[in-house]
């Protein structure tokens, strides 16, 4: 994957993994549990939107010290791998369950990193909020919503210039089609399309990203479910 991994990083995804798996019998973090499929699933695919952002920046890796916010992370895809493999990053992750964020700051203490910041709360509140709003050089999710919805909740935390790093898997194309209206009223503009291939991993994967190059209007992002229920067409 073109991605150097310290020692000290390869011993954090391994306490990962036990963590992960230790927590998951009291509360649902995953159903992905298997040693092998932890790694190619969560681990693997959370880092390979790594060389096309280094790319994109204009940077190499290990990323240099940018913002990067995580949206709907659960337990910690794609951020944390993100972090250990690139750990200059300021990384924050957001989550909507309270119980996903106290696995978090366990895990954050346990593998004991620094320049995390842990928030509870949903993206459409947060992108309101001044602390938040166009807060970020990155925003990233997987697995979180559609694109036309996603779009919503990610752009207005992204900082003009910066980029909204999407995480998608075989329906990506038909999603971006869905979604290209909202990507612009949002004021991005998409840079690329990324088919990707994640080792030991048949299903087609793709990273779209997105970069900001326009103010979000402030009327986004709508509350009440709105990027969910209608989303921007
Ligand atoms: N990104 C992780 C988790 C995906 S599950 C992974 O790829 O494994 C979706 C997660 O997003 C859940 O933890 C849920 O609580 C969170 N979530 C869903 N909608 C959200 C929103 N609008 N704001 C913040 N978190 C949200």
Redesign the pocket.
Known sequence: MQIALTPTAIEAFERYYQELVAWNERINL?SIVDYEEVQTK?FLD?LVSLPLLAEELGASLPLPSLRLL?????????GVPLKLASPALQLTL????QK?IAFLEHLVKVLGLDGVTLVH????E?GRTPQHREQYDIVA?????PLNTLAE?LLPLVRKGGLAVF?KGPSAPQEFMEARRAIKVLGGEAVRLAPVEVPFLSERRFILLVKKIAATPSLYPRGQGL??KRPIA
Do not use: I, N, Q, W
């Open positions: 995953t969560h959370s995580d949206v709907g992370t659960g337990a910690g895809f794609p957001m989550d909507g369950t996903k709360g949903r993206a459409e947060l999710a997987r697995a979180v919503a909740y995480y990027a969910r």
